[in-house]
């Protein structure tokens, strides 16, 4: 789905975070100068293997941690490094659902408590039964039973929780949702069921989402465009359709390697891809100087390591961090095809109203 770019909503310009290393050590660079933007009803996917910086990104935008340089606007404003009182006030604003929901839901709190949690906290001089209602309406729409308020997060299965978990976040009705790996605990049939309900919600509301994850296929499932992140540096960024593809980039094309298909023979043109990409060249970059995907890159070549790419804009709203980008072969495109395995055919959830059940027993 491609929706029309407007305004952006969330807007991160050379977003740099660093974390010290001790005294010996110069301090690590987690996320290096990255700029993307999210429009209002769109969703916009960061993707990497472990250790891109995605999580530091997410919990920069979020005020978990401080950045070295650059700046995060919400309609034009920044929210960068601002104090707790002003980052209480974005709460309506902006919200957030991690990989393990028992970050947010705690344990010892039944989910009604945990679920009206933010309500409370917004002061907005709602009375009990209000806030009780409310609770009830969004758990509903999540598809767990408005009885299910009294039960506590154990008493519920892995992708219930993140319902729940998804039901706190949007409780608010935010504008935006950061969702860090937020399908990744959960079992390939039940993932699917959860994206489809983040997207269901995103059509009700006009939700953004800044959606995190390391796995391709969840990202060409609910994404609009995507950035590909690697060592903290964007790679490449466009289109779902066009980066998931027709990937540009080398790094693309081995992150899309890596996605396991059922079919035989682009499970072969992949391994072929895979082994090409961990073969280890001979450039090795010099500090930050260099394509950091130098010494993993079947095509590097010396002029890759004696500076570093700069983000090209190569039409279509894509760009991309190689100097070879123009001259490498051209990726086979039906080897790329990747689907969510459990998409296939997708499974919807019920419509709403019949949707109101905690029974389901894996999600
Ligand atoms: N609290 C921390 N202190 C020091 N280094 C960290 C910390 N958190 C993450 N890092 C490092 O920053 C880099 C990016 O990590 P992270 O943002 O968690 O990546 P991802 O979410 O893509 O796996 C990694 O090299 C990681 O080891
Ligand atoms: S710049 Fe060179 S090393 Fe980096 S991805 Fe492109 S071809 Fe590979
Ligand atoms: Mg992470």
């Known amino acids: 789905m491609t929706k029309p770019a407007s305004d952006p909503l969330l807007e991160i310009t050379d977003l740099t975070v660093r974390y010290s290393q001790g005294l010996r050590r110069p301090p690590l660079t987690a996320v290096d ?28 935008v979020l005020g978990l941690h401080r ?25 309506a604003s902006l919200q957030a659902v991690f990989q393990d929901p028992f970050s947010s839901l705690d344990p010892s709190r039944t989910i009604g408590m ?58 608010l009705e935010p504008e935006i949702v950061i969702c860090d790996e937020a399908v990744s605990a959960l079992d390939v049939s039940i993932q699917a069921q959860v994206l489809n309900l983040l997207e269901e919600l995103q059509q009700d509301a006009g939700t953004s989402y800044l959606f995190i ?22 790679m ?10 027709r990937p540009a980039h080398p790094y693309t094309r081995a992150l899309l390697a890596s996605v ?13 891809a895979r082994s090409e990409a961990s073969t280890l060249s001979k450039f090795a970059t010099r500090g930050d100087v260099g394509c950091q995907f130098a010494p993993r890159c079947p095509f590097a070549q010396e002029r890759c390591v004696a500076e570093t790419p700069a983000l090209t804009d190569i039409g279509g709203g894509r760009r991309v961090a190689c100097v070879r980008t123009r001259d490498i072969p051209a990726a086979e495109e039906a080897s790329f095809a990747i689907r969510l395995q459990a998409a296939t055919p997708s499974p919807s959830l019920p419509a709403p109203a019949a949707r109101q059940t905690n029974d389901i027993a894996t999600g």
């Open 114 to 171: 945990s679920v009206a949690e933010p309500l409370r906290a917004a002061r907005n001089g709602l009375s009990a039964a209000e806030i009780r209602d409310r609770t009830g309406q969004i758990l509903s729409r999540v598809g767990i039973q408005p009885a299910g308020m009294s039960k506590y997060p154990a008493e519920f299965s892995g992708g219930q929780r993140q319902r729940i978990a998804i039901a706190r976040a949007l409780i």
């Open 33 to 60: 100068r990255v700029s993307m933007s999210v429009a209002a009803g769109e969703t916009v996917s960061v993707v990497g293997e472990s250790g891109s910086g995605k999580t530091t990104l997410a919990s920069t």
């Open 236 to 245: 490449e960024q466009g289109l779902a359709a066009d980066v998931c593809e």
């Open 213 to 234: 994850s390391h796995n391709m296929a969840v990202v060409r499932h609910i994404s609009d465009r995507v950035v590909v992140l690697y060592r903290g540096r964007v």
């Open 67 to 91: 950045a070295a340089a650059g700046s995060v606007r919400l309609h034009g404003a920044e929210i960068l490094n601002t104090s707790a009182r002003q980052r209480k006030a974005l709460g």
């Open 260 to 272: 396991p298909v059922p079919d035989v023979n682009a499970q072969q043109a992949r391994r072929i």
